[in-house]
Nanobody
Framework: EVQLQASGGGLVQAGGSLRLSCAAS????????IGWFRQAPGKEREGVSG????????YYADSVKGRSTISVDYGKNTVYLQMSSLKPEDTAVYYC?????????????????????WGKGTQVTVSS
């Protein structure tokens, strides 16, 4: 059974940092792309980052590029999204998801409909 568990969200002031974690079980990172998505109230779920252990690729949406780093801890079967210089517009529920395949660009190419497995979200609130 595939399970993805996102954690690490919270309330932070603008300009602050957070590290989100996605603990995975039941999948092999070599076979799956792990993506981070977020959904703000009244908005569509958007892919913000992705990583592929198979080809080493990463993906960042323009909205978080330069402020975020995605990484994998194979020993802990966990994918991290380090976010800094947070802005109020980063406020959303953040989800991690997995898609069978090789390239992290799949997060942008196929969007949330293209992901195979989802975890429950973690709330990030950035105050101004």
């Amino acid at each position: 059974e595939v399970q993805l568990q996102a954690s690490g969200g919270g309330l932070v002031q603008a300009g602050g940092s957070l590290r989100l974690s996605c603990a995975a079980s039941g999948i092999t990172f070599d076979d799956y792309v792990i993506g981070w998505f977020r959904q703000a109230p009244g908005k569509e779920r958007e892919g913000v980052s992705g990583i592929s252990s198979s080809d080493g690729s990463t993906y960042y949406a323009d909205s978080v590029k330069g402020r975020s780093t995605i990484s994998v801890d194979y020993g802990k079967n966990t994918v991290y999204l380090q976010m800094s210089s947070l802005k109020p517009e980063d406020t959303a529920v953040y989800y991690c998801a997995a898609r069978w395949g090789r390239s992290a660009l799949a997060v942008a190419r196929y969007g949330y409909n293209g992901m195979n497995y989802w975890g429950k979200g973690t709330q990030v609130t950035v105050s101004s």
